[in-house]
């Protein structure tokens, strides 16, 4: 939005009450795989439980309303405005938030500051200040922060640091978490003018701060929207005592059921509560690697939503069950208990009632829902169906799905295993109702017991206690109305054993076999804006009966000093013949070994296991083509020099390299006469000088074509001048060394052991011509490529003899490579050498023509692989002039 005004039309003055309200609400029936029982109840009850319980021993919820409601089990959870988006309200209920969750929140204040009238190319800087109601209570604190959907990283002050998009005055973040004495922001005290002050700490309110310049290329849809990734509350553990941030459903359900005031801490069970902390901060192996806790709660509401819905989502994110029983709260987590109580016939006071099988519309063989969670962006997404082809079968073939909906669960391995129970517990149908006695009346709902009855074949066989009272018989005798339900260990069990539940009523085929691929890998380089691209390629393969079972598969790489798979791609094979494949590719990738895995996935959104191949990308290390065509002419002291283009993609650049020598020159013991001359370029004009001219092609890799091509330019071929003067160097080589020294007969860099190395020689007289003038000059130096120890023997050839190209019989001191070189350096005066002139700065040049009285001379060598120096044997620096 281009415009000021109207980015900023409801920024001035806005002030937004954010009401920690507590609502209280009916009766407490679960609409879902939590159960919710009241059972056992006294007669003098506090608060709104009194209204509902209107005979003792009644349970306003079974195991039996749960198969009734099991069609729409995707529950009625008022979903709060400002999850993805930052809401402007004149008042709006404060959220509650348990675990990790990601959210927006409210806008409860709002200011500019900077003047709005002024015309904007002269107005100064003009700021959003925006505060952003997250949560109604202290929070443990935040983790990640977006800005219109992109994550930014905030630094400790609240500047941005990344992306640059949002860094300097662009945007600033700071945080409050609502502590109940916190103080107000004192940024903010400073920069508003005069609305926010010291009084205004918001607290017990957790808060962000953000601060927006005006910026309509950054903001183009207006004033960002921020959101964040937040531990929510901290709340109490009756295990330890302690108070500390926690994702544990039974503690976050322990909370809610005080701070809502749904109960007191005397009509809690601690030790139910406390088992049910244990079972959910149990540890779970994932299919994919690692572990997980078996249950937690990451999910937010807002407080006017009605208790019976926050209490559903809390203990359906446990697979668990709530109770009030004999004057206290129960609670259970998802997980098998061992039987605490054994009945048999003796104990019956009255003839058993069975049940069973359910209707046929009241059962289900598929459950789908939603879940939210990090892996989604924190956006409600459907985890992966589960589905029974054994209770397709049983019901005909029918699909019948029930959807459970977990928006406080947050990953989709813990929402399956969720689903998973439910599908294997409302197969449980055989229900029993019957009289006991009162050994009976120390059962609660939620135990687990054996029942042996010879005349219905139950031998110690399990149930789990639905509802439980008090009542008199005909006789008068006090007995225990029980409601059973069958109840089996693999019902909680992740890789329950199928075959089991064939002699218990309840078969399940599993969904989740997914068959694996196969995986091979490969590499190409490719040529994109002049560049080569490493492309690694992993072929996806499966046999024709396994590809039926493949819906599509997916492929992720990583880098092996990293930790994190990046995408590959998703798609699907094709088949071909009795082989179906899939190719998948990462691009422009750099050098290095690479993990790939690959994992199908079904129909129904079950995955495989991944499958891991690992690769080194080398690169195309292959040589260029030689070079063709290469010549020259020469003309006025310039040699002109062109050859044929090599078409090889992996060309980057050609090196020419001259020797004096005019027979038996190679490219190694030549010096460099043109250092680079980049693709597409196919000539190059040099200074003439009289000898061998080389040149080599060169890969994007480094790597030097095969051969050299060569020409002569014979010194006949130059122009001659009528005076000659030169100055001799060798053999005794009595100039100025600086890290050179004479090596027999040779100049050689004295410790050439570590590269790159260099050394330095001036010549020890300068030539005079007697009065300024113009000359043409060069240096002629004839140099190898040699170990300074030995000049041309076998011994100093170096590096690994496996890596170099061309052919062994044509080696002679490492003939093909150009790791030595020899540059010339001249330096002028016009003024009388032998007194105090001033010399010009060293130039360095191949020939040319200069102008001057005197001049002096001296050379440069130059080593890049370790134990290797240019040896040179002759050195003379010539001046002509007519």
Known sequence: MGNLTAWLATSLGIATLICPDVAMAGPLPVVGLGAVFISGAPAALTGFMAAFVPMLGKSI???????????????????????????????????????????????????????????????????????????????????????????????????????????????????????????????????????????????????????????????????????????????????????????????????????????????????????????????????????????SCDGFFPTDQKPMDTINEIVKCMAGSLWYSQGKWVCKAGAYTEPVLTLNEDDARGPLSVVTRASRRDLFNRITGIFRGAETNWQDDNYPPVLSDTFLADDGGQISS????????????????????????????????????????????????????????????????????????????????????????????????????????????????????????????????????????????????????????????????????????????????TIATGRFEALNIDLGSYDVRARAINAIGVKGEWITQTRLIQGDNSPPDDVAGFAASNSDGTVHIGWVAVADPKLSHYVVRHSVLESGANFSDATTAAEKISRPGTSISLPARGGTYTIKAFSKLGTASIDYASFVLPSADLQTYSNNSSQTEHASFPGTKTGCSVDGDYLVITDPSSAPSSATYQFSAYIDT?????????????????????????????????????????????????????????????????????????????????????????????????????????????????
């Open 61 to 295: 919820f079974s195991m039996v309303a749960q198969r009734a409601l099991s069609q729409n089990l995707g529950g009625q959870k008022k979903e709060y405005a400002g999850s993805a988006v930052n809401m402007l309200q004149s008042a709006q209920a404060a959220p509650v938030v348990y675990g990790t969750v990601r959210m927006g929140g409210v806008v409860f204040y709002q200011e500019t500051t900077g003047p709005v009238s002024v015309p904007q190319e002269r107005r100064p800087e003009v700021y959003l200040h925006r505060l952003i109601g997250m949560a109604g209570h202290e929070i443990n604190g935040f983790t990640q922060f977006y800005v219109d959907g992109t994550e930014v990283t905030v630094a400790s002050d609240g500047s941005i640091t990344s992306p640059p998009k949002y860094t300097g005055k662009t945007l600033r973040i700071r945080t409050h978490n609502g502590a109940d004495d916190q103080a107000a922001d004192s940024a903010l005290q400073l920069e508003s003018e005069g609305f926010w002050t010291y009084q205004h700490r918001a607290y017990g309110v957790a808060y962000i701060y953000v601060r927006a310049y005006f910026d309509p290329e950054k903001y183009t849809q207006g004033p960002p929207v921020i959101t964040a990734v937040m531990q929510g509350k901290k709340v109490y553990d009756p295990r330890d005592g302690s108070t500390a941030f926690s994702s544990n459903a039974a503690l976050c359900l322990r909370d809610y059921l005080l701070t809502s005031r749904i109960a007191t801490e005397e009509e809690l069970d601690e030790t139910s509560f406390a088992a049910a902390a244990n079972v959910c901060d149990e540890d779970v192996t994932l299919a994919a690697g690692g572990t997980e806790k078996r249950y």
């Open 402 to 577: 029930a959807e459970v909906n977990l928006p406080f669960t947050a990953s989709p391995s813990r929402a399956q295993r969720i689903a998973k129970i439910l599908l294997y517990r409302q197969r449980e149908q055989l229900l029993i109702t019957a009289n006991f006695g009162l050994r009976a009346a120390q059962l609660t709902p939620g135990d687990v017991i054996q029942l042996t009855n010879e005349r219905f074949g139950f031998s110690n066989k399990t149930f789990e206690v639905i509802e439980w009272g008090f009542a008199l018989s005909n006789d008068g005798e006090l007995i225990v109305p029980l409601t059973l339900q069958e109840i089996s260990a693999g019902v909680y069990d992740w890789d329950a054993d199928e075959t089991a539940f064939e002699s218990n009523n309840t078969f399940l085929s599993s969904p989740d076999t997914v068959p694996t691929v196969g995986i091979s890998l490969s590499e190409e380089q490719r040529v994109a804006n002049e560049q080569i691209v490493n492309v690694l390629i992993a072929t996806i393969t499966a046999s024709e009966d396994e590809n039926t079972n493949i819906d599509r598969v997916e492929v992720q790489y990583r880098d092996d000093a990293t930790t994190q798979y990046k995408a590959m791609g998703t798609g699907e094979l094709v088949l071909s013949g």
């Open 770 to 882: 007697g009065s300024a003038r113009r000359v043409h000059s060069y240096v002629y130096t004839r140099t190898i490529r040699s170990t300074p120890a030995g000049a041309s023997l076998w011994d100093g050839i170096s590096g690994n003899w496996d890596t170099w190209s061309g052919n062994w019989d044509t080696w002679t001191t490492g003939q093909q490579v150009a790791d030595t070189d020899v540059k010339a350096y001249i330096s002028t005066t016009n003024d009388d050498p032998a007194g105090t002139p001033t010399w010009s700065d060293w130039r360095e040049f191949q020939a040319g023509d200069f102008y001057g009285r005197a001049f002096r001379f001296q050379v440069q060598l130059l080593s890049t692989d370790d134990g290797i120096s240019p040896a040179i044997d002759q050195l003379v620096a010539n001046v002509g002039y007519d």
